[in-house]
């Protein structure tokens, strides 16, 4: 599936509904949504980007998820299944998450702050450390486990698996987020 330049513009500024369901162990946290992602409802949707292929490597998920056409309703009742949810920082769908003010992520970082506490993951993983450094005025923060709890759950800063974070590789992500997921009970060690 491919879409036009103008296609991909009509998504702008809207929102994908989170993906959550009962029994939700592990809350990945994207930065916001991609025009890929709002045009196809699919989270970390594009097909370059490598986080469903990361997971599925780490063990995480059992089976390939066309990240190019979106999620079909199986794809996303495997994730619900496994105790796996989706969401972002902030909401509003841009070509770049450079186009999001330093406001933008204080007041999604509040309102993701709200959504944990409704949804009691046992933890959350924020894909992406300058969102996070943001989004919470956390300018030290660093990669992976953190010792202070989210709204009551754990937390763990994971690497962006976009395409446009070149530093990351499939393997890589597979290992970063393999570890929340073991923390989380949805795989073992």
């Not at 939700?24 to 989270?43: E, K």
């Not at 909401?91 to 009691?120: D, F, I, M, N, P």
Request: glycine residues 10%; negative net charge.
């Amino acid at each position: 599936m491919g879409f036009t330049r103008a296609e991909l513009e009509s998504f702008r500024d809207a929102e994908v509904d989170d993906l959550v369901g009962p029994g939700l162990r592990l809350l990945f946290v994207g930065i916001n949504p991609g025009l890929w992602t709002a045009a196809t409802r699919t989270h970390f949707a594009h097909p370059g980007n490598r986080f469903y292929p990361a997971l599925l490597q780490g063990g995480v998920i059992e089976r390939e998820i066309d990240r190019g056409s979106g999620m079909t309703d199986d794809d996303r009742s495997h994730l619900i299944e496994r105790g796996i949810g989706i969401t972002n920082v902030v909401r509003r769908a841009t070509a770049k998450a450079s186009e999001l003010s330093a406001e933008e992520y204080r007041r999604g970082g509040e309102e993701l702050r709200v959504r944990v506490r409704e949804l009691h993951p046992v933890v959350v993983a924020v894909a992406g450390v300058t969102a996070y450094r943001t989004a919470f005025r956390s300018p030290k923060a660093q990669m992976g486990f953190q010792d202070e709890p989210f709204e009551g759950a754990q937390l763990w800063i994971v690497p962006n698996p976009s395409g446009l974070n070149a530093h990351e590789t499939v393997d890589s992500l597979a290992a970063a987020y393999r570890e929340p997921a073991i923390a989380a009970g949805i795989i073992s060690a």
